[in-house]
């Protein structure tokens, strides 16, 4: 009667070892860089860029293995007809089973078919003020940008004007328009900043955000508006939320700029990246604001930007993408 019940004290072990080990799992011990480091090693690297056209054919070679973006980014008639069950990724178990109404909100097949050549993807980076990089951002064939950047005239030179894609999260939407439970026509006047581009949205992430995206998109047909609302289908988020994993980063979420750098990795033949930069001072060692537009800082702890930010390096330094930091070179000839 000395141990009177090894087996559950054996259970109460095996419980805390299990404990410890998701632990271990979600939060891993090992040391990021510095920031200083980090703007070391990208000092060091300096101008210097060569393209690898065989790692880029592998690395979207990987993504169409892992996510497939030419079939998968978005929803469409196509992949989700009616009856076909969601699954939201960014939800532990919520579902919503596709009816005609919704359905008809979808785009028939997945647009982008066509190689696109140059893309660019434009982070909101406060790296991006003065950095001259317009012209070289609308040179592209493509120019994909993130939560509906402001784009007026006061950053036309270092942000462009130009836009195929804009990402829209419904967290904007419930912040700088109610929701668009009251006028509709605020959202619709500031999204003629974007042309006839693509407005992605992910509408099947979290629950609260599928009504807000499809009140934008009916704010946008009923104005015969020229943009097509995409949702992202959000098979494709999980499947490239794994694809990083993999790689090591332990981000609660990737970043809406690490998800359009992915979509633009698997479409485009060359990538450039521009205001991907998140650390707090440029390479000159000046503080510099988090947007180029703001410097309102995002929630901690959500995002894993300084590690999404050494895979993109990563992918810099074996000349599978492109990625602009400081100064667009023609900016000072220009200047
Ligand atoms: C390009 O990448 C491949 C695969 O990693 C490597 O074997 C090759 O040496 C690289 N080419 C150049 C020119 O760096
Ligand atoms: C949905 O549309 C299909 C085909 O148009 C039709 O056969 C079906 O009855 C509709 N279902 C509902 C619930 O309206
Ligand atoms: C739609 O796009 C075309 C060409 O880009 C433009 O001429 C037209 O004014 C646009 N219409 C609306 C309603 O924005």
Known sequence: MFVRCPRSKLSVWAALCV??????????????????????DVLRQGQVWKK???RIRLFRHLLKVCCNPRKMFAVTKENSPPGKVIWYD???????????????????????QAPLKRCAVVGNGGVLKRSGCGRDIDGADFVLRCNLPPLSKEYTEDVGTRTHLVTANPS??????????????AFVDSMKAYGPSYVYM???TMK???????????????????????????????????????RGIHAKRLSTGLFMASLALGLCEDVELYGFWPFSVDLEERPISHHYYDNVMPYSGFHAMPEEFLQLWHLHKTGTLRMHIGQCPDANAAA
């Open 52 to 54: 690898n056209q065989t």
């Open 202 to 204: 992910p509408a099947f």
């Open 90 to 112: 960014g939800e532990l178990y919520h579902s919503r089973t596709v009816k005609n109404d919704t359905y008809a909100l979808f785009v028939q097949e997945m647009p982008l």
């Open 19 to 40: 404990i410890v080990l998701c632990w271990l799992y979600i939060y891993p011990v090992y040391r990021l860089p510095s920031d200083k480091e980090i703007v070391n």
């Open 208 to 246: 609260p955000g599928t009504a807000p995206s499809l009140r934008a998109y009916h704010a946008l047909a009923d104005a015969g508006s020229n943009q097509t609302v995409l949702f992202a289908n959000p098979d494709f988020l999980r499947s490239v939320g794994q694809f990083w994993k993999g």
């Open 172 to 185: 904007i939407i419930e912040k700088r328009f109610h929701n668009l439970l009251w006028s509709r026509k």
